[in-house]
T-cell receptor
Framework: DGGITQSPKYLFRKEGQNVTLSCEQN?????MYWYRQDPGQGLRLIYY???????QKGDIAEGYSVSREKKESFPLTVTSAQKNPTAFYLC???????????FGPGTRLTVL | KNQVEQSPQSLIILEGKNCTLQ??????????LRWYKQDTGRGPVSLTI?????NTKSNGRYTATLDADTKQSSLHITASQLSDSASYIC???????????FGTGTRLTVIP
């Protein structure tokens, strides 16, 4: 069953704690992305990776970090430096940067 | 400034009725425009993609139009079903920089 998965679906953390969101794909896609979705706003790009061991900041990278050690995996860490981390986080992947992006089911992070 | 604006913000229609969602953009240079459907708490799924030379494209009960001169697109849903209840997001890709610009979406609710 090919696709892109995110875990967990819901995540609760206390303020000041770092938290890592998982994103895995078995589509053999080179490019992967992280977006943040807030009510009433369009998706905003946090980080993207064109290929393994490479990643670039998106529009709102402050307070976030990523790694791309494997083609299949692109975890996102929300650090304590992120001022307003409560949001719905979407991971996506594509064959290359110019191709259609396929989205995972999302992780809803709530910081208490 | 590159922007994507969608209207209306929300829409409620009776099951079986038709509706049309609008997307206006100022993104330049234009590469393509894609409509996504996003069910609540899920990731977006692509419905259709429109390139510069395409005026109309259908996907089942969904028909997208594009007027590249006026920079407008519409998504028409025919004979709506309860399962059409979702957010519909318009996304425009820019050539050259290969950036994506997301609209804030139209929230459609179909009631019996």
């Amino acid at each position: 069953d090919g696709g892109i998965t995110q875990s967990p679906k819901y995540l609760f953390r206390k303020e000041g704690q770092n938290v890592t969101l998982s994103c895995e794909q078995n589509l053999n896609h080179d490019a992967m992305y992280w977006y943040r979705q807030d009510p009433g706003q369009g998706l905003r790009l946090i980080y993207y990776s064109q290929i393994v061991n490479d990643f670039q900041k998106g529009d709102i990278a402050e307070g976030y970090s990523v790694s791309r050690e494997k083609k299949e995996s692109f975890p996102l860490t929300v650090t304590s430096a992120q001022k307003n981390p409560t949001a719905f986080y979407l991971c996506a992947s594509s064959i290359a940067l110019v191709n259609e992006q396929f989205f995972g089911p999302g992780t809803r992070l709530t910081v208490l | 400034k590159n922007q994507v604006e969608q209207s209306p913000q929300s829409l409620i229609i009776l099951e079986g009725k038709n509706c049309t969602l609008q997307c206006n953009y100022t993104v330049s240079p234009f590469s393509n425009l894609r409509w996504y459907k996003q069910d609540t708490g899920r990731g977006p799924v692509s419905l259709t993609i429109m390139t510069f030379s395409e005026n109309t494209k259908s996907n089942g009960r969904y028909t997208a139009t594009l007027d590249a001169d006026t920079k407008q697109s519409s998504l028409h849903i025919t004979a709506s079903q309860l399962s059409d209840s979702a957010s519909y997001i318009c996304v425009v890709r820019q050539t050259g920089a290969n950036n994506l610009f997301f609209g804030t979406g139209t929230r459609l609710t179909v009631i019996p």
